[in-house]
């Protein structure tokens, strides 16, 4: 059977009442479009079409949908270059199971996102672990491991990364693509931030930047309309389309009609454009909640300023470790994050903790970082000399 004991997930989603939560990267269900969704739902309930089978690649409205909203950021695809998946967790799964066998090469960003080591752990891989730069991946790291070890798998999140909240400079994006052809690597460009910017102008993705069809996209409605949904999508070149189609039949037929067909009526009838531009405005104003607070944090703590997504992480000197205060001065404080431990397949970082201030109200944020903050003060004035 296949190593599966990687930290669940769901552990993530259950504080205790009085535990202000920065673990978690939940969207805030405030800005759930929930009536414009249950109008959607209620008419396409009236349907027997969304009630019965239909096929693996999803309604073809919502897929030609999707591609009108790609295109307009730069990504050249049609409705029949994508796979509806169950959200995209579903599409780091069926590229891992499609192109994984046990000791094969898959090159991870440290730190990375939790999920997608959940995913490829099932097809025990080899991992290898690239540093993530305040510009996105150390290429100088990845092309070593390149030189010298087989490669099938290069995962990223080069918008707005999850965890650090980095975004890959347009250079190394460039870069990326180049490498990946030299080494015939296939690349998994995770992106279900990317909508959700905060300052600056989008970079392309790697999937329009690539000449050879060797990345498989993936966006998601996760954090821009509701993870509930469980709907996200992929586009890759054909032949790679194709065996994850049929990979995505072999694991559960096709993702919900009704659902899908229901996302299709909103985007149809709402003003989904405007519904991300508040979402936009409601995170940046979190988001910049969270950077007030952090300045008071004690300098030995540094953290990161995303301009989008859900994240700030955090560094501390090397002998800190957040997994051991999680357990003991941060649990008393009543405040939760995710420690760098669960971050990196080699668990070797002990020093890093993932925040998100999309979860938490923004009434909790100050309050939440104060706790974290006297948390810190106090462990690190007690550190014995020898750590200094
Ligand atoms: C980088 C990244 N990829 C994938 C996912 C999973 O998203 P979905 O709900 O679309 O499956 C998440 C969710 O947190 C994420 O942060």
Redesign the pocket.
Known sequence: MARVERAGLTDLFAPDEQTISFAG?LPDPAVFPKAALQAAFASRAQTDSAFQYANSDGYAPLRAQLAKLMQADGVSVNASDLLIT?????G?DLTARLLLNPGDGVVVEGPT?L??LAAFDAYEPTYYEVPVEPDGMDLHALQKILLTHSVKVIYT?PDFQ?PTGAVMSLAKRQALIRLAHQYDVVILE?A??RLLRYEGDALPTLHSLDPDGRVVL?G?F?KILS?GL?I?WLTAAPRLLQALTALKGGADVESSALVMQSISTYLASADFPQHLAKLRNYYRTKRDAMLTALASLPPAIHYTRPTGGFFVYLTGPSWLDFSALQQTELAEAHVALVPSKNLYPSHAITNGARLTFAAPALADIAPGIARLNRALTQVLHEVPAVNK
């Open positions: 990267g169950q959200g995209a967790q579903q780091i996102y999920g997608a999140v999850n995770d279900p931030y993936l998601s996760s993870p469980r996200g």
